[in-house]
């Protein structure tokens, strides 16, 4: 049963809450995409967890990731080049570097009439995430 009194963020909690087990490297990966406030490919996540002494086998840190994004913990935004995946409690849009890969959170209210539009003229809408990502430059590429 999932604790309803633990603090929203508590990562214990939260795979519970999606029947995961809370294992080491779970963890681990849950605490390392919340530090560093970015969107991580497997291999920045597996090189950063081996510089902390925590490193865990590739094909572990694959099948976390597959495991905690299929229920919903994390989210996968595509390349270019490899997946980069997030950790957020609020849903959120993304914007993407075609150039060097960078991903961006963009917050949901400020662009909910550009979405509704977006669905009117394509039938496009969010998935089950609630997210849309948006392809561009960014700052630096785009100079």
């Known amino acids: 049963m999932p604790d ?3 603090p929203p963020q508590d990562p214990r909690a939260l795979l519970r809450r999606h029947g995961l087990r809370c294992t080491a490297g779970r963890l681990r990966l849950l605490a390392l995409l919340r530090s560093s406030g970015r969107h991580l490919t497997p291999a920045q996540i597996c090189d950063q967890l081996a510089r902390t002494g925590s490193g865990r086998h590739s094909t572990t840190v694959y099948r976390s990731l597959e495991a905690l994004t299929a229920v919903g913990v994390l989210h996968a935004v595509p390349g270019p080049g490899p997946t980069r995946y997030g950790v957020s409690d609020e849903p959120h849009h993304h914007v993407v570097c075609q150039r060097c890969g960078h991903v961006a959170d963009l917050p949901c209210a400020p662009l909910a009439d550009a979405v509704v539009r977006i669905e009117q003229l394509t039938g496009l809408h969010p ?8 392809y561009g430059l960014c700052a630096i590429c785009g100079d």
Request: proline share 0%; aromatic share 10%; hydrophobic share 25%.
């Open 4 to 6: 309803e009194t633990a």
């Open 127 to 134: 998935g089950t995430s609630g997210s849309l990502s948006f």
